[in-house]
Each structure stands twice: as structure tokens, then as C-alpha cells.
Nanobody, 124 residues
């Protein structure tokens, strides 16, 4: 049973960058399709993007296209979320998630494994 642990969150000014990491233990993420979600205060959890098992395919929500990039290093059992040109509206707790269902699922209910989340705060 894989456990996911996010890191890399913090406080950054608008226009800045952060890179989040999601490390897997107790298994490897390579059998899984991985995704990032986020949840802002008072809002529902929102899909950010996902990546295929090989890393060859990615898919993003429109609001982050061109600014965020998901990658994975299966040898290190780690998935990354590179966030550039950050905006105050990107402020949220960011979660990584894993599913064996397939690529391109955007609902949180489709994912079976979750990390504890890492806070990202973007100041204006």
C-alpha cells in the first residue's frame, strides 16, 4: 500500500515559482497514474493536473496550463509539480493523489491514495 508525502510548499510572491514534490513509500508510484489537486479555504477540492505512468502524457486544468508542469521520476518514486508565474488565486493546500484506473481522471473520487497536503500561499 503506497503512502504519499508532499513537500515544497510555502509562501511566495505573485509571479514567483515553487516546486512541489510527492514522495511515495511502502510501494512505488510507477504502477499508478498520478495527479495533483488543490483546495482553497471554503472551496471544493479542485483537479490541477495528472500524469501517466510513464510520464509521457500530462493533462492540466485550463487555469494552470502554461504555468504548471507535472513530471515524475519513477526511479526516485517521486512526482513533481513545478509552478511558475504564481497568482494569489493559486493559494491552496496542494495534494498529490494516485489511481490505478487510468489516465485523465479529474474527479477526486477516482483516486484511491492521497497525501496529507502542503500549503502554498501566494501573496499579491
Amino acid at each position: 500500500q503506497v503512502q504519499l508525502v508532499e513537500s515544497g510548499g510555502g509562501l511566495v510572491q505573485a509571479g514567483g515559482s515553487l516546486r512541489l514534490s510527492c514522495a511515495a513509500s511502502g510501494g512505488t508510484p510507477s504502477p499508478y497514474y498520478m495527479a495533483w489537486f488543490r483546495q482553497a479555504p471554503g472551496k471544493e477540492r479542485e483537479f490541477v493536473g495528472c500524469i501517466s505512468r510513464s510520464g509521457g502524457n500530462t493533462y492540466y486544468v485550463d487555469s494552470v496550463k502554461g504555468r504548471f508542469t507535472i513530471s515524475r521520476d519513477n526511479a526516485k518514486n517521486t512526482v513533481y509539480l513545478q509552478m511558475n508565474s504564481l497568482k494569489p488565486e493559486d493559494t491552496a493546500v496542494y495534494y498529490c493523489a494516485a489511481t490505478s484506473r487510468g489516465f485523465g481522471y479529474v474527479r477526486s473520487n477516482d483516486y484511491t491514495h492521497w497525501g496529507q497536503g502542503t500549503q502554498v500561499t501566494v501573496s499579491s
